[in-house]
């Protein structure tokens, strides 16, 4: 398989993870690294073993050796970057969500669909094997319609008012801090396993703390605060919790909560389709585990087992039954997907069911921009736009 240059937009709290995933496919190369200027980007490139850094993203576009950007910004920067790289002829991966609405996520689908690059977002729980295995399940009808889906994604990481991130910063997080962060996932995890749209939200946002105290230096995502830090009080005018009621497009209901201040909760995201005849349940915690439920049998687990689950996703678990694979590994399988089929010339329409595009990353805003108006116009029912 011919080799792949990689850049990276962005070293933050995730930046890394892209280029350990990349690292482990054998067939990329890690060329370079961009930050917001060259001292930050020498740090973090030498830190990281990247033997090229540029302190803006348009020197790294500029970068022949690179084919594929990956966009690791906070939320403010995925439009611009991404618009940026897609102008040059970069392949793109963008962290979630896609942009700060649907509209600027609507420009970087219809810009990525006319330059003809590959473009991808990197909702990795698709590439769970037991993700999969659920999602071919319902496809097969092996537990009857989906009637009800439901789930949460609860965290404890902004508990306290000395927590802080630039997520909850609308001008850099966007209008939306839990929903669009984690929610994104959960909505996007619904649409995928069930292979259902969501039609329909009625959501409830609140802010369960609107004064925090801003520490004065960079903090990174899920980094706790320090005594020494110096803060500034600051009002909070996004949710870190969120309750949506939602209806999909073959009548089936639902209902999820997101939250950043639940304790004891570190990455709680699980999910649960009832369908017609059974039901299924995937708790990410407990990754390598899928709950089946029956009404005249007894329920089982079925555990992460190439040997067990259906032939058309068991290629997904890399290892034997026993032996545990965890969220790296789910990442990796998402960005495979994307490098095999840009080494390998195929279009978009092609891909792999856990390849999540621009379309998929569309999708996830349209939902977070309805939860928004639903909660602003009065808590009312909002239909969800369509392409």
């Not at 396993?193 to 939200?201: A, C, E, F, N």
């Amino acid at each position: 398989m011919k080799r792949i240059g990689m850049g990276l937009v962005g070293a933050g709290f995730i930046g890394p993870h892209h280029l350990e995933a990349v690292r482990r496919l054998g067939f990329v190369d890690v060329v370079a690294i961009a930050d917001f200027n060259d001292e930050l980007a020498r740090q973090k490139a030498e830190a990281l073993g990247v033997p090229k850094w540029y302190g803006n993203y348009q020197a790294l576009l500029d970068d022949p050796d690179v084919h594929v950007v990956h966009n690791a910004t906070p939320n403010y920067m995925h439009h611009p970057v991404s618009m940026a790289a897609i102008a040059a002829g970069k392949h793109i991966v963008s962290d979630k969500p896609l942009a700060m609405t649907s509209a600027q996520a609507r420009e970087l689908l219809d810009a990525a669909t006319a330059r003809g690059v590959v473009h991808a977002v990197t909702f990795n729980y698709r590439g769970n094997p037991l993700v999969q295995q659920a999602r071919t399940m319902i496809a097969k009808g092996e537990i009857g319609p989906p009637r009800f889906i439901h789930g949460q994604y609860l965290q404890d990481w902004l508990l306290f008012d000395t927590d802080y991130s630039w997520r909850l910063e609308p001008d850099k997080g966007g209008e939306s801090s839990a929903m669009g962060d984690i929610g994104s996932h959960w909505c996007d995890l619904a649409q995928h396993v069930s292979g259902l749209r969501i039609t329909h939200v009625l959501s409830d946002l609140t802010t369960v703390i609107p004064v925090r105290k801003k520490p004065s230096g960079a903090r990174l995502a899920f980094q706790k605060a320090s005594a020494e830090d110096a803060y500034e009080s600051v009002e909070i005018k996004v949710e870190d919790l969120c309750s949506v009621l939602v209806r999909f497009e073959n009548g089936a209901k639902g209902t999820f909560s997101v939250g950043q201040v639940c304790a004891g909760h570190k990455n709680d995201l699980w999910l649960e389709v009832n369908g017609g005849e059974a039901s299924l349940r995937w708790h990410q915690e407990t990754q390598n585990e899928l709950w089946i439920g029956h009404r005249a049998k007894g329920n089982m687990i079925l555990q992460k087992d190439p040997s067990l689950m259906d032939p058309d996703v068991a290629g997904l678990a890399k290892l034997p039954g026993g032996h545990q694979e965890a969220w790296p590994d789910a990442f990796r399988n998402v960005l495979r997907a994307v490098y095999e089929h840009i080494a390998e010339g195929r279009p978009m329409s092609e891909r792999p069911p856990y390849f999540s595009s621009f379309e998929d990353g569309w999708r996830a805003n349209a939902v977070i921009d309805a939860v928004l108006a639903s909660h602003r116009n009065g808590n009312v029912w909002t239909a969800v736009a369509t392409l």
